[in-house]
C-alpha cells in the first residue's frame, strides 16, 4: 500500500520560501506521477502543481506559475514543492498526491489514488 508523508510546513511571512517534502513508499515510486493540491477550510481542494515519472515535465496552477516549482528525487523516493514570493493567499494545506495511472485530468484530484495527510503553511501578511 502507498503511503505519502509531508513534511516543512510552517508559519511563514508574505515574500518568504519554504520547501515541501513528500516521503513516498510501499510501491515503486518512480512509477507514480506525483501531484500537489491544497486546501482551505470550506473549499474545493485546489491543484497547485505535477510532475511526471522521470521528472522532467512539470505542470502548475496560474496562481501558482512562475513562483512554485516541483521536483522529485526517484532515488529518495521523495517529491518536493519549492514555494517562492509566498502570499497570504498561499495559506492553506497542502496535500501530496500519487497515481500510477491518472484516473482523469492530472488538476483533478479524482486522478490521484493515495494522499498524504497534508501539512498547514500558513502565510501571514
Known amino acids: 500500500q502507498v503511503q505519502l508523508v509531508e513534511s516543512g510546513g510552517g508559519l511563514v511571512q508574505a515574500g518568504d520560501s519554504l520547501r515541501l517534502s513528500c516521503a513516498f513508499s510501499g510501491r515503486t515510486f518512480s512509477s507514480y506521477v506525483m501531484a500537489w493540491f491544497r486546501q482551505v477550510p470550506g473549499k474545493e481542494r485546489e491543484f497547485v502543481i505535477v510532475?511526471?515519472?522521470?521528472?522532467?515535465?512539470?505542470n502548475a496552477a496560474d496562481s501558482v506559475k512562475g513562483r512554485f516549482t516541483v521536483a522529485r528525487d526517484n532515488a529518495k523516493d521523495t517529491v518536493y514543492l519549492q514555494m517562492n514570493s509566498l502570499k497570504p493567499e498561499d495559506t492553506a494545506v497542502y496535500s501530496c498526491?500519487?497515481?500510477?495511472?491518472?484516473?482523469?485530468?492530472?488538476?483533478?484530484?479524482?486522478?490521484?489514488?493515495?494522499w498524504g495527510q497534508g501539512t498547514q503553511v500558513t502565510v501571514s501578511s
Open positions: 510532475i511526471n515519472r522521470s521528472g522532467d515535465t512539470t
Open positions: 498526491a500519487a497515481a500510477l495511472n491518472l484516473a482523469g485530468a492530472f488538476w483533478s484530484s479524482e486522478a490521484y489514488r493515495y
